[in-house]
Each structure stands twice: as C-alpha cells, then as structure tokens.
C-alpha cells in the first residue's frame, strides 16, 4: 500500500540513484522507482518471467521484467502507465501521464553480477537519455491497444504510404508491418492499418531507415 506520498512526482527529470532511503516527502514515483529496482537485484536467469507476481517471486530480470513489474506497480497505486517498446533497439520501460506523456523506468537493482553505473537506478530523464537512435516507440494501453509515441523519443519524419490492389483500387484495412534496422537485418517494431482510402500515415525516427511490409491481397515491399 502506497500510504505515505502525497504527489505524483516533483516534475524534476532526472536520475534517482540506487538503494536511496526511503523517507516522508518523497514522490510516488520516486518511493516507487526504489522498491522495485530493489525487488530485481539481479540480471535474468532463465527460464523468464513475464507476470508480475512470477517476477518479484524471482527476484531478477532484464529490462522486460522491469517494465511489466513497473507497470503492474503503478497501476496497482491507481498511477496512469503504458508500457513502451523501441524493438529495433532491444529495449522495452514505461511512460506515465502527467499533462502528457513522461518517460519512466528503473533499472534492476545495483546488485546484478554484471554490473553497470546504470544499474537500480530510476530513470525520469526526457526521452530516457538513451545514448542510441531512436526507430520507433510502441505504445501498449492497459486494453492492449498499440499507439504510436515516437515523437516522445526521436526527431521524426513522417512516412505516407498507400496500398492497392492490382487493379489499382485501394485496400482499407489492410495491416502494414514496418521494420526497423536490427543487427545485420530488420526486426518488427510497429504496425498500422490502412484507412478508407488505403493510406497509412504516420512518424518514425528520421535517422533510421525502414522496411515495409503490407499483409494483404497485394503483397509489396519496400524500403523508405
């Protein structure tokens, strides 16, 4: 139970540092941040855990196990959170609202085996600070509807695209899968659906390039 905070959060974007004492006045965010880093100490150990309660069971994980038990926290304490993923660069964390969208996250605790200065801290830094290019961000709603919140994380341009059939006659609903540069090759980071006129638009990091991937009775690829 969440007793003692009496405000969201001081509205300061920056690092909390591990193991920080726990004390009156502080945020929700930041008494939250701090127990959970606490409650993953440790790097994954297989096999993973992907329900919240499985995961403070086994007191460790990844980024992934971070962002489901942050999630599950914050709404538990009636806290607004989505769950976020940038999949072309491997890493999933949270967003809370506050007059928007506003990054959150922690990192397991400081005492995982491999160890970085990063480690058990809680992240409130605008965009996450991450030191990579941003492709796109996925937004995931407590119903499980996917959004688009690239904007939030990169400089983005905006991508157009129209799908036909071979006649040439627009296709409305059709899913376009995009893909995002991983490694040697592409991994899925989002998906839209055509509207009545068989256009699709929408904003992805303008650093990156992209694959196109339209699931339907006419089949094209493409690179943008």
Known sequence: ???????????????????????????ALDMLGNWASRALPVDVQLPR????????????????EDAFLVAAACRTALIPIVYLGCYAEDHVFGSVWDNGWQHFEFFRGGLAPSGNQYYGITN???????????????GTRPDGYPFNLSANYADTCTVKLSVTDTLGNPIEGAMVQIY????????????FFTNSSGVVEFGAGAEKRYLVNQIGRASCRERV
Not at 7 to 27: I, V
Not at 124 to 138: F, Q
Request: proline share 7%; glycine share 12%; with cysteine.
């Open 1 to 27: 139970l969440m007793k003692q905070p009496t405000f969201l959060w001081d509205r300061k974007q920056q690092y909390l540092t591990f193991n920080r004492a726990f004390g009156p006045g502080q945020s």
């Open 49 to 64: 855990a992907f329900q919240p309660n499985q995961i403070l069971i086994k007191h460790n994980g990844m980024c992934n």
């Open 124 to 138: 409130m830094l605008r965009r996450g600070s991450y030191g990579w290019k941003i492709s796109m961000v996925e």
């Open 180 to 191: 995002g540069p991983y490694g040697q090759g592409y991994t899925p980071c989002m998906h």
